[in-house]
């Protein structure tokens, strides 16, 4: 802790509530997860009756057991990785360069353009639209359907717009006397200038794609191509429906509430994993040093 | 030949025209510095020379070509820009060779032209920092070594120096005349430093809310100003300027104001039947005695500071109501200053001008 000793009684008093209230926030953030893990770890008996509470309780691995030897896991897991990445890829494909276009006055008809974009925010065109959209355009149970149908966002293009337009003039100015064209002045300058921006829209891309679950549930029939979250969906239904399953429940060392946490369990772990990796990015004052205004 | 061009040049932003009509010759080699306050129009008419803004009206030529629909790249143009603009992202070997990996130069050249450039301006140590690792001057130096690299025809800068503490504005204004001597490449320099002004350039262009006031070298505009603008915007501290009345009294003219009266010089465009004309009369601080000569008028005042410079001093008086600054030499000593009460005045140092819209009498381009 920083020294105490430079601040006021006032301050003081001031610092230790916020210092509490951080403490509480990070609890409730963080429990869930704990839970989960725990009631992952514990037997279906334990589970079901609701004495998991911090740690696990008759510690065991057989929900796990029960999802890794699951083909239909494996698959869907693969997919959300296609999804993810394939997602992420094309929304930075597409909102990169839209966002750097409509940040630049020289875009001819540019408030008019970006009164369309901010449009999509406020007003779309519902549901069944949608998907009769999708079906028209033959992208129901397709890859490419799911990861094109979602990759443009409008708030993600604001987002790094403004960026954009807060990166000084001079940047653009100085590249185009140095010979780059357009693209160049994007792809070697705004780009690398714009990392936190682009890893916070990616990470906002990489999230919504990795729990993206409603419009997967409707456009994909096709078992083989579902994520892992409509995969959980499915898991959850078909556990409680089974009576067989209930009935055996007793002798049996899992239930669908440890498979059920077993699966979240996987599903955050490649999240967790990949959220250090680009907190880097998060950096702020990327511009220093570069201009003096 | 490498010199630029304008022809009427104009610049609107919708209907607000801000530079009217601008016509200029940069010769080739030469040190062009545009001066004027701020506001002018002086970041407009460079910007237009490079290409960053569009030419409403008017012609530029670059090397005898006709530029204004050719893209700032391909001007074969160099700008240095008053926040530097370097790419906090790449250090600076990679900062100075950007322009040239852009325009695909083999590596080996890339690299034998930053290294030539590094040691030109002293770089060498820091080709691999980062720009906010670096001092305010050693970033203008990597800005210039952006612009040199590339061996442009023309070199703009905007106000280069101003983000700069007083000391190394001085040591780097130095250092770019040196480098123009060295390099040789046709210069446009844009301040609203009239002291830049004047110690880098061959030729001073003030301007004055989007026209050229008068072109010069630094001595014309010093000692023969167009207008009060030129005279008052030229020389530190700045001309003294008076109010007065013409009075014609035997073959000689005088300047009247209040209980004073000083002998004007001769001029060929004042005369005795401009009795009772208004006038302005200019004079430049060092140009203004303490003491008494055979050919001076006086005036009495009081002193109400010192301000010293070591050799020099400024003394601070009223004149009609007005400050009135005298800058004298103190040889050393400060006592004598001290009992000042009157100043003394040649005619010959006087500037007279035209009490309504500030143009000087007798000026030489006119009387030619
Ligand atoms: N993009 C612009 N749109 C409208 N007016 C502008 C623009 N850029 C400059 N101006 C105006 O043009 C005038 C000259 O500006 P500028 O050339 O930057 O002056 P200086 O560099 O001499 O200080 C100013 O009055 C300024 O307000
Ligand atoms: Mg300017």
Redesign the pocket.
């Known amino acids: 802790m920083a020294n105490m000793n430079l601040y006021s009684r006032g301050d003081k008093f001031f610092v230790r509530i916020n210092m509490v209230l951080v403490g509480l926030f990070t609890l409730a953030t963080l429990y869930p997860f704990i839970y989960i893990a725990a009631v992952s770890l514990s037997s279906g008996m334990a589970a079901r009756s609701g004495v998991v509470v911090l740690t696990p309780v008759e510690a065991t691995f057989a929900a796990y057991q029960q999802i890794l030897v699951d083909p239909d896991f494996w698959n869907s897991y693969l997919n959300t990785f296609i999804y993810t990445i394939g997602g992420t890829i094309m929304s930075l494909l597409l909102v990169i360069p839209a966002a750097y276009a409509l940040s630049r006055p020289q875009l001819i008809g540019r408030r008019f353009w970006n009164l369309m974009v901010a449009f999509t925010m406020w007003f779309n065109a519902g549901m069944i639209p949608f998907w009769l959209n999708m079906r028209d355009l033959g992208l129901l149970d397709s890859y490419f359907g799911i990861i094109i149908g979602f990759a443009v966002n409008a708030f993600n293009i604001i987002l790094l717009r403004n960026f954009f337009e807060s990166i000084p003039r001079s940047f653009e100015e100085a590249a185009r006397m140095d010979g780059a064209n357009e693209f160049q002045v994007l792809w070697k300058v705004f780009i690398p200038l714009s990392k936190p921006a682009i890893a916070t829209i990616t990470l906002f891309c990489v999230v919504a794609r990795w729990n993206g679950f409603f419009w997967a549930m409707i456009l994909l029939q096709d078992e083989g191509k579902i994520p892992l979250q409509v995969y959980l969906r499915k898991t959850i239904a078909e556990l409680s429906d089974d009576h067989e399953f209930s009935s055996t429940l007793l002798s049996s060392l899992y239930s669908a509430e440890t498979v059920n946490a077993a699966i979240i369990v996987c599903s955050i772990i490649p999240v967790l994993l990949f959220y250090p990796f680009i907190q880097k990015y998060f950096n702020k004052g990327i511009l220093l040093g570069g201009v003096k205004e | 030949m490498s010199g630029v061009t304008l022809e009427k040049i104009v610049k609107s ?2 209907k ?1 025209e ?2 009217h009509g601008i016509d200029l010759v940069v010769a080739e080699k030469e040190f062009v510095v545009l001066v ?10 460079l910007r237009m020379v490079a290409g960053l803004e569009e030419i409403s009206a008017g012609r530029i030529t670059i090397d005898d070509r006709v530029v204004n629909e050719v893209a700032p790249k391909d001007r074969d143009v160099a700008m240095v820009f008053q926040n530097y603009a370097l790419y906090p992202h790449l250090n600076v070997k990679e900062n100075i060779a950007f322009g040239l990996r852009i325009r695909k130069e083999s590596k080996a050249n890339i690299e034998k032209q930053v290294a030539e450039v590094a040691e030109i301006l002293g770089l060498t140590e820091y080709l691999e920092r980062r720009p906010a690792d670096l001092s305010g001057g050693q970033r203008q130096r990597v800005a210039m070594g952006r612009a040199i690299v590339r061996h442009p025809k023309v070199f703009l800068f ?1 106000e280069p120096l101003s983000n700069l503490d007083a000391k190394l504005r001085t040591q780097m204004r130095a250092e770019i005349k040196r480098l123009h001597k060295r390099l040789g490449v046709t210069s446009i320099y ?1 301040t ?1 430093d009239q002291v830049e002004a004047m110690t880098l350039a061959d030729r001073i262009v003030v ?1 004055c809310d ?1 026209r050229i006031e008068q072109v010069g070298t630094p001595m014309d505009l010093f000692n023969h100003p167009k207008n009060l603008f030129v005279a008052s915007f030229i020389g530190s501290p700045p001309m003294n300027q008076i109010q007065a009345e013409v009075e014609a009294s035997g073959d000689k003219l005088f300047a009247k104001f209040g209980a004073h009266r000083l002998e004007l010089p001769m001029l060929h465009e004042l005369g005795a039947n401009d009795h009772g004309r208004k006038v302005t009369l200019g004079i430049r601080p060092e140009h203004i005695m303490t003491q008494a000569d055979p050919d001076t008028d006086a005036i009495e005042v009081e002193l109400d500071l010192i301000e010293t410079l070591g050799s020099e001093a400024l003394l601070h008086t009223t004149v009609m109501g007005k400050p009135f600054v005298v800058k004298t030499e103190t040889r050393g000593d400060l006592s004598h200053l001290e009992n000042v009460r009157a100043l003394h005045f040649k005619p010959d140092m006087l500037k007279v001008f035209d009490g309504v819209n500030g143009d000087v009498f007798d000026h030489p381009e006119r009387l030619k």
């Open positions: 932003y919708g607000i801000v530079v004027g306050p701020s506001g002018c129009g002086k970041s407009t008419t905007d844009v609203h301007m989007g």
